[in-house]
C-alpha cells in the first residue's frame, strides 16, 4: 500500500524545505539611500561603495553582504549578523560592532579606527592590511580565532595570527 499525499501535506513540505526569504529589496533601497534600518534583512545585499555615515544598522541580517570600499564612519552595527561579509577597503572609524557575529568575514584592509569590538564574534575574520590600533573590546583571545597579516595594526600588547 503507498501512502497518499494530499496538497496540504506537499504544501506544508515544500514550505519547511524552502528557504526564508533571502532579503528585504525595500529595506536594502532605503540602506543604500543613506537611511538607518535596525534589525532589517539585508542579506547578501549589494552596499559596496557606499557612503553612508552613522546609520543604525544595530541587528540587522547583513550575513554575505558586499560591503567594499563603504565609507560608514560611526554606523551601528552592534549585535548585527555580519557573517561572511566581504568589506574589502573599507571605513568604518568609530563605529559600533559589539556583540555582532563577523564569523568568517573580510576586513581586508579596512580602516576600523575608533571602532568597538566588545562582545563580538571574530572567528575566521580576515583583518589583513588592516587598521586597527585605536579599536576597542579586542582580546588577545578571541584575535587568536581570526587572522591578519605583517599589515593588520593592531592596539598595543595585542597580535593576531598570520591568514
Keep these: 500500500m503507498k501512502p497518499i499525499l494530499t496538497a496540504t501535506v506537499v504544501a506544508a513540505l515544500v514550505a519547511i524545505a524552502l528557504p526564508a526569504v533571502a532579503q528585504n529589496a525595500s529595506q536594502i533601497a532605503r540602506v543604500r539611500g543613506g537611511a538607518s534600518c535596525a534589525g532589517c534583512n539585508l542579506f547578501q545585499a549589494s552596499l559596496s561603495g557606499l557612503e553612508a555615515r552613522g546609520l543604525n544598522l544595530s541587528g540587522a541580517r547583513l550575513r554575505q553582504a558586499d560591503l567594499s570600499l563603504t565609507v560608514m564612519n560611526r554606523t551601528r552595527f552592534s549585535n548585527a549578523d555580519l557573517r561572511d561579509v566581504e568589506a574589502y577597503g573599507g571605513v568604518f572609524s568609530s ?3 559589539s556583540g555582532a557575529n563577523l564569523t568568517n ?3 581586508v584592509g579596512a580602516y576600523l579606527q ?15 592590511g588592516a587598521s586597527l590600533q585605536r579599536a576597542t573590546g579586542l582580546t588577545q583571545s578571541r584575535l587568536n580565532q581570526a587572522c591578519g597579516d605583517e599589515a593588520t595594526q593592531l592596539p598595543v600588547g595585542l597580535s593576531i595570527p598570520r591568514c
Excluded at 575608533?114 to 589583513?128: I, K, M, P, Q, Y
Design 105 to 107: 568575514a573580510s576586513f
Design 114 to 128: 575608533g571602532a568597538r569590538f566588545s562582545g563580538a564574534t571574530l572567528t575566521g575574520v580576515n583583518f589583513s
Design 95 to 97: 563605529s559600533n560592532f
